[in-house]
């Protein structure tokens, strides 16, 4: 079988340094099939795929040759001759990045996007986008030098909205400078090779999908509450975007118009009651205000508070900490509740930094959620945390990069 030779199709490309392209339809079937569900016999995969064996054939010998599948260990034996198990092969690497409001992380994966390095480091978004590149790019070099390999693509997560076709931000709030900065291209030009740019949640939402807590769920709902709130949506197994790629912006609903000011420039937005910065905000007032022991020791000890003391007073059983998360979670479990009514998604999963906050938090929203919001969309729906808590970010990352570099491309 290994001497048949591949069916005419477009002009087959030479095989050199740079990124193989995928050419035919059945090739990034078999290479999305066994980036979701590990390496398999021929005979599994023409079953899957419904392919006739001397069509696989050549398209699985044409994936060797472009350096992107390979041989493994033996397959089960099903009776008769025993086969081997093809997989992708073990020298492709993706790079993932994801920039959040105060972070960088780089993260460098197998083709199966596992982490295989991960390094972050404190950066501020606010820097602008030539130097937070800049510290990417920098980290990626690091990072690739670490596990070296045949680099496929790579995706990067931005904490705000993002046009995905053009592959830049669009109007960011939290990101001056950044509207419109051509992410994708610069980067794209940097690394050589093909490069996605999503929203850090909607990347979130795709990592906990692939290899976390909502494996193999098609629809489902992921909550990030950050220094901002956001909801990356998957419906049918694709990312809902909207049509300017704001879809999932949650922070900016308005619980009241005499609300608290929020970044934004209106008030009263959820995210200006239980976005990071507002915990930090509150905090402050119950430490100075003597409601908080805990919280006033901490900010003595450091001089500032952080949505990270908030967790740790909550976890000392501090009672006003305590309520300022039942508040905030019972705020976020009413926009969740609203959302749960209108997309009925099968489960809701909630991360990002404050999500720290744990099981008190998920306590407070899921009752909200229970009691607000109809029976039928409630009846099987888990609300949990994100179980690759800051991986999520950078796994989603990686794998929408090999959905764009195991897509044909003309
Ligand atoms: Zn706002």
Excluded at 53 to 72: H, Q, W
Excluded at 172 to 198: E, H, K, N, Y
Excluded at 259 to 287: I, K, N
């Amino acid at each position: 079988m290994d001497g048949f030779s591949p069916p005419m199709e477009a002009p087959r490309q030479p095989i050199g340094d740079k990124p193989p392209r995928v050419e035919t339809h059945d090739q990034s079937r078999l290479l999305t099939l066994m980036r979701d569900e590990g390496p398999m016999s021929r005979v599994e995969l023409g079953e899957r795929l419904g392919l006739p064996r001397a069509r696989l054939a050549a398209e699985v010998n044409r994936l060797a040759e472009l350096g992107l599948v390979e041989s493994g260990g033996p397959a089960a034996s099903r009776g008769g001759r025993r086969s081997t198990l093809v997989g992708l092969s073990s020298s492709l690497r993706l790079l993932a990045v994801d920039i959040g409001a105060t972070s960088v992380g780089v993260a460098v994966t197998d083709p199966y996007c596992e982490v295989l390095e991960h390094l972050v480091e404190e950066c501020e978004v606010r820097s602008g986008p030539v130097a937070v590149l800049d510290r990417a790019v920098a980290l990626s070099t690091l990072a690739l030098a670490k596990v070296p390999g045949r680099l496929l693509a790579a995706g990067i997560g931005l904490p705000g909205p993002v046009s995905f076709r053009e592959g830049m931000p669009v109007a960011p709030p939290i990101m001056p400078g950044w509207d419109r900065f051509p992410v994708r291209d610069r980067l794209a030009s940097q690394w050589g090779c093909p490069v996605t740019v999503d929203n850090d949640v909607n990347a979130m939402a795709l990592g906990e999908r692939h290899a976390g807590v909502a494996r193999s769920l098609d629809d489902l709902i992921f909550v990030k509450v950050g220094t901002g709130i956001g909801c990356g949506i998957l419906l049918g197994g694709r990312v809902y975007r909207g049509v300017a790629g704001t879809a999932g912006d949650i922070g900016h609903i308005r619980l009241d118009d005499f609300g608290p000011a929020c970044a934004c420039g209106e008030s009263g937005c959820l995210e200006a009651y239980f976005g990071g910065a507002a915990l930090a905000r509150d905090a402050l007032t119950l430490a100075r205000s003597g409601r908080s022991e805990f919280l006033a020791e901490s900010l003595s000890r450091h001089g500032e508070l952080s949505a990270r003391d908030v967790a740790l007073a909550t976890g000392a059983g501090d009672f006003a900490a305590v309520n300022l998360v039942r508040e905030g979670g019972r705020r976020l479990g009413q926009v969740v509740a609203s959302l749960v009514s209108f997309i009925n998604p099968g489960m809701v999963v909630i991360g990002g930094g404050v999500a720290r906050l744990g099981h008190q938090l998920l306590a407070e929203v899921r009752s909200s959620v229970y009691r607000r919001s109809m029976p039928l969309a409630t009846g099987n729906l888990p609300i949990v945390l994100s179980e690759l808590g800051d991986l999520a970010g950078v796994i989603g990352a990686a794998w929408t990069a090999s959905e764009r570099a195991f897509a044909v491309t003309t």
